[in-house]
């Protein structure tokens, strides 16, 4: 492995496929919307793109529940054009990431409805089957993530035994205990590296380690989803050492870009030392995601403490972090913020300046806020149809898509759009461009030290640092003003509102802005 692995150095970007860019007319987004944008993300300065799923999928939770790992749902195109996604991305420096469901599959994929069939069909035990509880009921106390009344298994009336989803019944648990389920899943693996792809994020995958006995935990009884707290690492941390040996055996292979392919795994856990357990030194997930920050409020001071406890377990094992502000799964940060673009802004330059690889979810880079959904036009059963508002490219008409749009514009479509903030050098869109850029050029952004320097509260300062060079970052969630007195004399490289570029800066940090600094010496 080189010193530097890509993914350390990387700014990935997530796209939400459906809601990216629609070029077959039938206003759910598709790769050949992403393939027609992808000099658009070349100019924005990303390294690596990771798609939420793209395979076959009956859509019962918009892809996370596939019916063929193999295939692309002909919503989004086909094997051919996935290639020319790969090819097109390779030959602009961009790596692709897939995401890899390994937690469950759709109940229509062909192993689930061969375990469905007979209690001796072959396939029965590749997913959790248990007799009801005495009372006839479910086999234990876990409960079903969006909808928290709802068991964690459904009754098959045939064979009167419950199959256990964590999530959906239209998504029944694998069970990974059993070794054909394993090799299945490598196999899938192998399929999408053979052609090219550079790694994949692992969906939920803390999930797959599962102790036969599927005990209780109290929490299961409080009704909380088992997604956040389910951890077994005895179980889990061979199945993560077998991913990666899978991975890792493509390595340096014969691609456009060459390098390591990698796994980033959705490790909802929010105990850091369970999350950098998944590492597992070096032999388990590259990767893992923290959600620490989508998880914080607008809050220098909350920043501060989760940027120290999460260092203080992560660098004593070099773990690298990871840093995300927005998913598909999470009102947009922008949102969560009252919709202050001023706030959304001094967390992009956070997120961009943090030790660690960061995830940008399409459509923070516009400043975008959630679609406002009405209840009795949801259509995510997990109420997440907001955040997955489509991009708006152009402003008018439908804004760059061919067809009407499966969920409604976020607001401001017009204003928001890519083309109109292309136009305009203050934009968020230009703000995160600038960042991209100031990280691409500095090793201190992007693989430096990390050091919290003494801040008033409601103000959060760091320094980073590699070798020679240096760069201060200074925001202020406060009301008021705040001076900080910095040793040494420093100037704005990027300033969150676009003012001051290339001034001295003088020690005054005001309301809702953040600052990249560099040594006025480097001028
Ligand atoms: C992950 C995905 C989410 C999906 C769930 C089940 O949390 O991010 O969108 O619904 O897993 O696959």
């Avoid at 077959?24 to 993300?41: F, P, Y």
């Avoid at 439908?398 to 203050?426: F, K, M």
């Avoid at 201190?444 to 919290?452: D, Q």
Wanted: charged share 30%; proline share 8%; with cysteine.
């Amino acid at each position: 492995m080189s010193p530097t692995p890509w993914w350390r150095d990387a700014v990935i970007y997530q796209i939400y496929p459906r809601s990216f860019c629609d070029d077959s007319g039938d206003g759910v987004g598709d790769l050949a919307g992403i393939i027609r944008n992808l000099d658009h993300l070349a100019w924005l300065g990303v390294d690596a793109l990771w798609l939420s799923p793209i395979y076959r999928s009956p859509m019962a939770d918009f892809g996370y529940d596939v019916a063929d790992h193999c295939d692309v749902d002909p919503l989004f195109g086909d094997l051919a054009l996935a290639d020319q996604l790969i090819e097109e991305a390779h030959a602009r420096g961009i790596r692709v990431l897939l995401d890899f469901v390994p937690n469950h599959t759709s109940a229509e994929h062909p192993w689930f409805v061969a375990a469905r069939s007979s209690v001796d069909d072959p396939h029965r035990d590749w997913y959790v089957w248990r007799d009801p509880a005495a009372d006839g009921g479910p086999p234990n106390a876990w409960v079903a993530a969006f909808d928290r009344d709802a068991p964690a298994w459904t009754l098959d009336a045939e064979s009167g035994q419950y199959y256990l989803h964590l999530f959906l019944p239209e998504q029944p648990d694998l069970d990974w205990n059993h070794p054909a389920v394993e090799l299945a899943q490598h196999d899938v693996l192998r399929f999408w590296l053979e052609r090219g792809v550079d790694g994949f994020r692992a969906d939920v995958v803390h999930l797959i380690g599962k102790d036969p006995a599927l005990p209780d935990d109290p929490r299961d009884h409080a009704r909380e989803s088992r997604v956040g707290f389910h951890f077994e690492p005895d179980r889990l941390l061979p199945l993560l050492r077998g991913l990666r040996r899978t991975v890792d055996a493509y390595d340096h292979t014969d691609t456009a870009l060459p390098g390591e392919r990698m796994i980033v795994g959705e490790v909802n856990l929010a105990d850091d030392e369970q999350i950098v357990a998944c590492y597992d030194e070096g032999r388990g997930l590259h990767l893992a995601f923290n959600f620490a920050l989508l998880r914080s409020p607008f809050d220098a001071d909350v920043w501060r403490r989760t940027i120290a406890d999460l260092h203080a377990v992560y660098d004593p094992v070099d773990a690298w972090p990871t840093w995300v502000l927005s998913n598909h799964d999470e009102p947009r940060h922008r949102t969560r913020y009252g919709g202050r673009e001023s706030r959304a802004r001094v967390a992009a330059t956070l997120l961009l300046t943090l030790r660690g690889t960061p995830f940008l979810y399409a459509g923070e880079e516009l400043g975008l806020e959630d679609a406002p959904v009405d209840a009795d036009e949801a259509l995510d059963p997990g109420g997440r149809d907001g955040c997955r508002a489509p991009i708006p490219w152009q402003p008018g008409g439908r804004r760059g898509w061919a067809g009407i749009p499966w969920l409604p514009w976020p607001p401001d479509p017009d204003d928001r759009s890519v083309a109109v903030e292309r136009d305009d050098r203050d934009s968020v869109l230009w703000l995160y461009r600038r960042l991209l850029e100031a990280r691409r050029a500095s090793p201190a952004l992007r693989r430096g030290s990390l050091r919290l320097l003494d801040a008033p509260s409601g103000v959060l300062a760091y320094e980073r640092a590699c070798e020679e060079d240096r760069r201060v970052v200074v925001l202020s969630t406060a009301a008021e003003p705040v001076t900080l007195p910095l040793e040494g004399a420093w100037r704005l490289e990027v300033a969150s509102d676009g003012r001051g570029r290339g001034m001295p800066f003088d020690g005054l940090i005001e309301p809702e802005r953040a600052l990249l600094l560099v040594p006025a010496a480097d001028a």
